[in-house]
């Protein structure tokens, strides 16, 4: 298969992430011989810097021509402590989601054996959790009007959805959920928010169309603590922007760290893959990122394209690299592996994926892993 990738690396740590990524798509495409080509744009804060504009012309236009979008992270402390500021990075990052149409967000949520130590959360309240969150994207508070009064002292945000927006996203998690446990639940505000009744109406009335899916409902403050009582109860969950945004979020202390969850933004034609970390700007150049979003956000776009065992494969390598600690410091404080170490490591037992034996005490110095 040839795919044209963007590759939008972004700000902080996200450039460092996003090369470990392109690093296993090449060792995918090396090892089952298709042809991967990447091509470069600015978004974020970097571009504001050398643009003035978040999201450059330049860049929409390769995303608009691209097979699908690599996307690393946004956000730089000079726009994020400055509640002034006309321009953000963050604006670029929600203009390229409507831009594209990319109207669901799906993010994984596993509980891996070998880190449940690391999860603030109990061993036996998070064991065997495996969740994928559907976040409506494109909808919602995060999109609708906003005002601010003359004086400053009184503001709104609009809440608004539509039936198509909400049946678009909706048959997309009942179909993932038919494919898994067939349990789907809705999180919802319904007992308060007119577009959560909505919601809840047009959710209910598709069920019909899948009747092997048992659907169910909660309220957002309930799914936020069940959360951390049980995860292991949900399967697929469905919901709007931002109690997506939240809960999502929320779910990232389950696996023991940010730097293992991933996502895929997608809609009718175009495919956004991201760690949902954000650009860490404290850790940027000191090689201590976690890739691992990264690669399984790499892993979720062979995925799209029906590549399903490769992007097993680079999942079998992220899970031997974990199971073997060989991890950035969020997950081994003293290991002493970086970003590149990790890439390198997932990289050559995609390539060397028969061999037994590791030689871990290389990996430290980038010499041959797997000997």
């Not at 995918?28 to 450059?56: C, M, R, S, W």
């Not at 604006?91 to 993010?107: E, H, S």
């Not at 109990?122 to 995060?142: A, F």
Request: include cysteine.
């Amino acid at each position: 298969m040839n795919l044209h990738i963007g590759v939008l690396s972004g700000d902080g740590i996200g450039p460092e992430v996003t090369n470990q990524s392109i690093k296993i798509l090449t060792a995918i495409a090396d090892k089952y011989q298709h042809t991967f080509t990447f091509q470069h744009e600015l978004v974020g804060a970097i571009a504001i810097d050398e643009t003035g504009n978040p999201l450059p012309q330049k860049t929409l236009n390769l995303c608009l021509e691209a097979d699908a979008v690599l996307f690393g992270a946004i956000g730089n402390p000079k726009y994020d402590n400055n509640p002034a500021a006309k321009v953000r990075p963050e604006q670029g990052l929600l203009a390229l989601r409507k831009a594209l149409g990319l109207f669901a967000n799906i993010r994984p949520v596993k509980a891996y054996d070998t880190l449940l130590d690391k999860s603030p959360l109990k061993k036996h309240i998070i064991q065997d959790t495996d969740i994928v969150i559907y976040r409506e994207l494109t909808g919602g508070i995060y999109f609708g009007e906003k005002t601010l009064s003359e004086d400053g002292t009184a503001a709104s945000d609009l809440c608004s959805y539509s039936k198509t927006e909400i049946e678009r996203v909706a048959h997309l998690a009942f179909k993932a959920a038919q494919s898994r446990r067939k349990k789907l639940t809705l999180v919802d505000k319904a007992n308060v928010l007119e577009t959560s009744r909505l919601w809840r109406k047009v959710v209910t009335a598709m069920a019909s169309q899948y009747p092997d899916v048992e659907l169910d409902f909660l309220f957002v403050d309930n799914a936020a603590m069940q959360m951390v009582l049980n995860p292991s109860q949900f399967d697929v969950i469905l919901t709007e922007n931002m109690f997506g945004d939240i809960i999502s979020d929320e779910a990232s202390v389950i696996g023991g760290s940010i730097g293992l969850l991933a996502s895929a933004s997608i809609g009718e034609k175009y495919a956004l893959f991201e760690p949902i970390h954000g650009s860490y700007p404290q850790a940027t150049g000191k090689g201590i990122a976690n890739p691992i979003a990264s690669i399984l956000s790499a892993a979720m776009l062979l995925d799209h394209f029906g590549l399903l065992e490769e992007a097993e494969t680079v999942r079998d390598a992220v899970e031997r690299a974990i199971d073997l600690e060989i991890c950035t410091p969020d997950l081994n404080a003293h290991g002493g592996y970086s970003t590149e170490n990790v890439g390198t490591f997932i990289e050559d037992f995609i390539e060397n994926v028969d061999a037994l034996h590791i030689n871990t005490g290389n990996i430290k110095v980038g010499q041959s892993t797997i000997i």
